[in-house]
């Protein structure tokens, strides 16, 4: 029981080079989130999933985009990095009437 | 005035001390309520939610004060391993699944 996976752990581009993070959970949720965390600025929502075939946007959506391939699978995809996006970018899951939610161990992008 | 304050801290406390974080909330109609541990470079991790009537695991001692809209941690018998950010997050009212973090209480163990 893997829990929440995110792939790639690192990752480096450059100004508008676009990239598709994935996130996978097997603990069967029905909700699945995408936060980033930078320094001062504690966790933001940039979308949501609350179940399979619906997505919203969260506090900080613009610059990207999402897909809630199944209801294991939730992408996050930049289409034109910036340099702004430079974060370390979570996913979660959360299931249950309090909604805990439970969370990937993180992508560190960076955007040169 | 944000949604959910915190001392940042640091809190630099010795092995064995007992050492408690408070956190205020804005909503008063807020649902649930937890304490996530966050460790350097690492992923948040569900500590323990907080219910109204406080709850207790092992050292750790979560209490809920709606009237007063702020919610404690204490640690007991503080381990050089309790070393970490301590986030207080907030869920908003009825099916609201977005959570609302704090920025998160540092917590340093001395030897």
């Known amino acids: 029981n893997a829990g929440v996976t995110q792939t790639p752990k690192f990752q480096v581009l450059k100004t508008g080079q676009s990239m598709t993070l994935q996130c996978a959970q097997d603990?069967?949720?029905?909700?699945m989130y995408w936060y980033r965390q930078d320094p001062g600025m504690g966790l933001r929502l940039i979308y949501y999933s609350a179940s399979e075939g619906t997505t919203d946007k969260g506090e900080v959506p613009n610059g990207y985009n999402v897909s809630r391939l199944n209801k294991r699978e939730f992408s996050l995809r930049l289409e034109s990095a910036a340099p702004s996006q430079t974060s370390v970018y979570f996913c979660a899951s959360s299931q249950g009437r309090n909604y805990e939610q439970y969370f990937g161990p993180g992508t560190r992008l960076t955007v040169t | 005035r944000k949604e959910v304050e915190q001392d940042p801290g640091p809190f630099n406390v010795p092995e064995g001390a007992t050492v408690a974080f408070n956190c205020t909330y804005s909503n008063s109609a807020s649902q649930s309520f937890f304490w996530y541990r966050q460790d350097c470079r690492k992923e948040p991790k569900l500590l323990m939610s907080v219910y109204s009537s406080g709850n207790e695991d092992g050292r750790f001692t979560a209490q809920l004060n709606r009237a007063s809209q702020y919610i404690s941690l204490l640690i007991r018998d503080s381990k050089l391993s309790d070393s970490a950010t301590y986030l207080c997050?907030?869920?908003?009212?009825?099916?609201?699944?977005?959570?609302?973090w704090g920025l998160g209480t540092s917590l340093a163990v001395n030897p």
């Open positions: 997050v907030v869920r908003g009212a009825g099916n609201n699944r977005k959570l609302i």
């Open positions: 603990m069967n949720h029905n909700s």
